[in-house]
T-cell receptor, first 116, second 115 residues
Framework: DTGVSQDPRHKITKRGQNVTFRCDPISEHNRLYWYRQTLGQGPEFLTYFQNEAQLEKSRLLSDRFSAERPKGSFSTLEIQRTEQGDSAMYLC??????????????FGPGTRLTVL | AQKVTQAQTEISVVEKEDVTLDCVYETRDTTYYLFWYKQPPSGELVFLIRRNSFDEQNEISGRYSWNFQKSTSSFNFTITASQVVDSAVYFCALSGAFGNEKLTFGTGTRLTIIP
């Protein structure tokens, strides 16, 4: 399977704990995006990388959130001191900036975070 | 700022009926892209189509068709001869270009196909 993968699929944590999610994009894609989806809403953009460079961060991304893509391949999203409002589905997508499939963003299965 | 409106929150149709999902967008960009995604009960977003702002040709793929009209800023999606497997939440999304490719999603339309 060469699609986008995310790990873990589910995470339950207590308020105040730190959590880290991982995303493995489609191998030939140079762009990687993080989105967040809450119940009944469409996904909202959080941040994106082109190769290893983080090019944009949403105002939704408070200073408790940090994302990395150290070698331009997989990415991690860390949430420090989790709050109940962080409970959501965290989605990763990847795309290419060239060719016929330019900007076709393919999504992973998501990580569902529940903060108790 | 970019905005996508999907006014239909929920639609139910009987199997084999045709159904159209509406999408209206707002953008100041001259180059932009429009998307439709399907989110079945399993939760994973499935890419259906991407169109650019310079291509207003309607597109058909099997039972799916898309109607892009710049004059009304709409990008509607029609499913012909609906099937139970089409039941899902469908999202319309918009992106810019040249470094502004992040997606702005609508709130989705929940489609239920009644057998």
């Amino acid at each position: 399977d060469t699609g986008v993968s995310q790990d873990p699929r589910h995470k339950i944590t207590k308020r105040g704990q730190n959590v880290t999610f991982r995303c493995d994009p489609i191998s030939e894609h140079n762009r990687l995006y993080w989105y967040r989806q809450t119940l009944g809403q469409g996904p909202e953009f959080l941040t994106y990388f082109q190769n290893e460079a983080q090019l944009e961060k949403s105002r939704l991304l408070s200073d408790r959130f940090s994302a990395e893509r150290p070698k331009g391949s997989f990415s991690t999203l860390e949430i420090q001191r989790t709050e109940q409002g962080d409970s959501a589905m965290y989605l990763c997508a990847s795309s290419s900036t060239s060719g016929k499939t330019y900007n076709e963003q393919f999504f992973g299965p998501g990580t569902r975070l529940t903060v108790l | 700022a970019q905005k996508v409106t999907q006014a239909q929150t929920e639609i139910s149709v009987v199997e084999k009926e045709d159904v159209t999902l509406d999408c209206v967008y707002e953008t100041r960009d001259t180059t932009y892209y429009l998307f439709w995604y399907k989110q079945p009960p399993s939760g994973e977003l499935v890419f259906l189509i991407r169109r650019n702002s310079f291509d207003e040709q309607n597109e058909i793929s099997g039972r799916y068709s898309w109607n892009f009209q710049k004059s009304t800023s709409s990008f509607n999606f029609t499913i012909t001869a609906s099937q139970v497997v089409d039941s899902a939440v469908y999202f319309c999304a918009l992106s810019g270009a040249f470094g502004n490719e992040k997606l702005t999603f609508g709130t989705g339309t929940r489609l239920t196909i009644i057998p």
